[in-house]
């Protein structure tokens, strides 16, 4: 794959993202292209796409409100996945939410995805609660929180 890159899209393209979606996730996580054409025409939502070359390989979605931010969904498709895909989106993610005014950046995570846990733990996300038996496979939900910079990227500890 190539170098990963990123840029904004919008609920125009709520088909390409809810295939993106299927592909990523059980069919009991899957949101449908309705949905999220739905919920980027929300005040403060956006979304984030991510190609190799010109292939589409995964997005981003998060929402801002006041100074805060929220990961709404990161889906990367399984062929694409640790290539570096998750964490440009990721990076590209905070940066938009910090340029929209928010200062931390929360997002939950099944305790049992490994993977996405240890690339949140690598941008520097803390453990800021946890919803016991929240998905469908009955793992909790670990709520995680990322301070974010004026740039976009976690302050230096």
């Excluded at 299927?22 to 956006?46: N, Q, V, Y």
């Excluded at 100074?67 to 590209?92: F, K, N």
């Amino acid at each position: 794959m190539n170098a990963p890159a990123v840029a904004p899209i919008g609920p125009e393209a709520a088909a390409l993202l809810g295939a993106l979606h299927a592909a990523a996730f059980p069919p009991a996580d899957r949101w449908t292209a309705h949905a999220i054409g739905l919920l980027l025409l929300l005040p403060g939502h956006f979304a984030l796409l991510g190609t190799a070359g010109a292939e589409p390989v995964g997005f981003a979605m998060g929402r801002v409100a006041a100074e805060e931010a929220e990961v709404l969904t990161l889906a990367i498709r399984p062929d694409a996945q640790r290539a570096g895909h998750g964490a440009a989106l990721m990076r590209a993610l905070m940066a938009q939410a910090a340029g929209r005014g928010a200062r931390d950046l929360f997002l939950e995570v099944s305790s049992e995805n490994r993977a996405a846990r240890a690339l949140y733990a690598g941008l520097g996300a803390t453990e800021a609660g946890r919803r016991r038996r929240y998905y469908p496979d009955g793992s909790d939900a670990l709520v995680l929180r990322l301070p974010l910079s004026p740039c976009g990227a976690a302050p230096a500890a």
